[in-house]
Structures are given as C-alpha cells and as structure tokens.
C-alpha cells in the first residue's frame, strides 16, 4: 500500500506525483489542504507522522519518507528501471543541479509559509509580496535559462526524456504563472514546459486532475 500526502497546488507535491507517474507506480492520494481552518498540516495527526508539517508525505508499505527530493531519488533507485537520474556521473550531477537550482534556491523563498509569514506577521501587503515572489524567480530562472542553453538540453532539461529536473521545472513554471509571469520571457524553459505538459503523466499530476482541486 502507498499513499502520497498532497496538497494539489503544492509544487513539492506536484513533483512527487509526476515522479510516480513516470514511474507507473499506483498510490492513494490523502489531500492535507494548507489553507483551511488554520491548515491540516498543524494538526497532531499529521504532525506524527510528518513533524516539519509539510507535505508531500509518502507512505510506502510502512516506510515514511518526507522531502520531495528524497522521495523521488527513493522512488528512482527503489522501483526499476532507473528513469528520473541518467547512468553517468557527470549527467547525474547536471540533472540533479538543476533540479536543485529550482528546489533549493527558488522554491524556497516563495514557498506558501514564507509568503504567510509576511503576511500575518510582518503585514507586507500583497503588492510587496508579489513583488518578492517575482523577483527571486525572475533571477533562478534567468540562470536556469543559461544553463539549459547547452547540447544536453533536449526536448526536456536533459536529454528527450523527462526527469528527476522536469519534475522540478514545471510546478515551478506552473506556479509562476499563477503570479501572471509571461514564461516566454524564458524560450527553452517555455519550451520544455509545453513539450512536458503534452505527456500523459505530467497531464495527470497537474493541480487541476486532482481531487482536492478546488
């Protein structure tokens, strides 16, 4: 039995639910919605069994993993054939930075306990706070950009086959979007982005096929 704890706009949890879904590998869905009557995440039921109160959660056969990253690389290396990480070193170590440039150094500055935080406690009203958002992912992706302008960049971040990055990239992209970002600022992340978006297992992880998606 495998269940994945989600919120259906969570980006971290959107990546784990395309990183099964190129997998093939089935799971339940337990919505923990973020937002409503305080956030599900708080509550001591899930704080047990997740004590950062974040979600994705996996539960797979009894075995409680926490952090998208580390459930995906666990998902890769626990169910074959290896797909999200490519065999060499070197390409290994590309993928994973790149995928690390978006969940390390975007993602966490504009993630929703960042944005509620300056917003119930420091009262930055929402024209200052999208304007931080915009900003800090204006700069990684202009970076990110730079880094996909290279011979490995396929149809996807490497190669012409979705991974560990894409998994990464476009939640963000989706994210950004909703903050009225114009994405063709960015051809080669646009580019993926629509490539990725036509494929039946980023389809059914998008926030919109979920069944908490309000």
């Known amino acids: 039995m495998r269940q994945l704890y989600s919120f259906f706009r969570s980006s971290a949890a959107y990546r784990v639910r395309i990183a099964l879904a190129l997998k093939g590998l089935d799971f339940d869905l337990v919505p923990i919605d973020l937002l409503s009557h305080g956030g599900a995440q708080h509550q001591p039921d899930y704080r047990?069994?997740?004590?950062?109160?974040?979600?994705?959660?996996?539960?797979?056969?009894?075995?409680?993993?926490?952090?998208?990253?580390?459930?995906?690389?666990?998902?890769?290396?626990?169910?074959?054939?290896?797909?999200?990480?490519?065999?060499?070193?070197?390409?290994?170590?590309?993928?994973?930075?790149?995928?690390?440039?978006?969940a390390c150094d975007i993602h966490p500055l504009n993630n929703l306990r960042v944005l509620r935080f300056f917003a119930h406690d420091m009262g930055v009203d929402k024209e200052a706070r999208d304007r931080w958002y915009r900003h800090w992912v204006t700069l990684g992706f202009d970076a990110l950009e730079a880094a996909l302008r290279v011979p490995d960049t396929g149809r996807c971040c490497h190669g012409d086959e979705p991974g560990l990055a894409d998994c990464c990239l476009i939640p963000q992209v989706f994210n950004a979007r909703g903050y009225d970002m114009d994405i063709a600022a960015w051809p080669t992340i646009e580019r993926i982005d629509r490539y990725c978006n036509t494929l039946a297992a980023f389809q059914a992880a998008h926030p919109a096929a979920q069944p908490d998606a309000v």
Do not use: C, F, K, W
Not at 73 to 101: K, S
């Open 48 to 102: 047990r069994l997740n004590p950062q109160g974040l979600v994705p959660t996996l539960v797979d056969d009894g075995v409680v993993l926490s952090q998208s990253m580390a459930i995906m690389e666990y998902l890769d290396e626990t169910y074959g054939p290896a797909i999200l990480l490519p065999g060499a070193p070197h390409a290994r170590a590309r993928v994973r930075g790149l995928a690390e440039q978006i």
